[in-house]
């Protein structure tokens, strides 16, 4: 059984940082790419960074180089460092995992990320 949790969500002033952190269970990292999203209000959920199954890293281009995506597989867990956040990264962030060519997708229940200016 796939679990995804998010934490390390919360109130931030511009130009600030946070970790979130994704805790999984029942995810191999081998076989399924690991993904951080965020929904904003009003707004559709967009990918911020994604690593492959083979650990290749994609950014949004609205991530400038300020935010980072690993994996620590000892720890079964996911990470987003945000640096230098501006108040327009204030969103939900959600934790992906999802296998290639199969239907295997799964999300956790988000952890909000507010930027103040």
């Known amino acids: 059984q796939v679990q995804l949790e998010e934490s390390g969500g919360g109130l931030v002033q511009a130009g600030g940082s946070l970790k979130l952190s994704c805790a999984t269970s029942?995810?191999?990292?081998?076989?399924?790419?690991m993904g951080w999203y965020r929904q904003a209000p009003g707004k559709q959920r967009e990918l911020v960074a994604r690593?492959?199954?083979?650990?290749?890293?994609n950014y949004a281009d609205f991530v400038q180089g300020r935010f980072t995506i690993s994996i620590n597989a000892n720890k079964n867990t996911i990470y987003l460092q945000m640096n230098n956040l501006k108040p327009e990264d204030t969103a939900v962030y959600y934790c992906?995992?999802?296998?290639?060519?199969?239907?295997?997708?799964?999300w956790g229940q988000g952890t909000q990320v507010t930027v103040s200016s």
């Open positions: 992906n995992a999802a296998r290639d060519y199969t239907s295997d997708n799964y």
């Open positions: 690593i492959s199954s083979w650990g290749t890293t």
């Open positions: 029942g995810i191999i990292f081998s076989i399924f790419a």
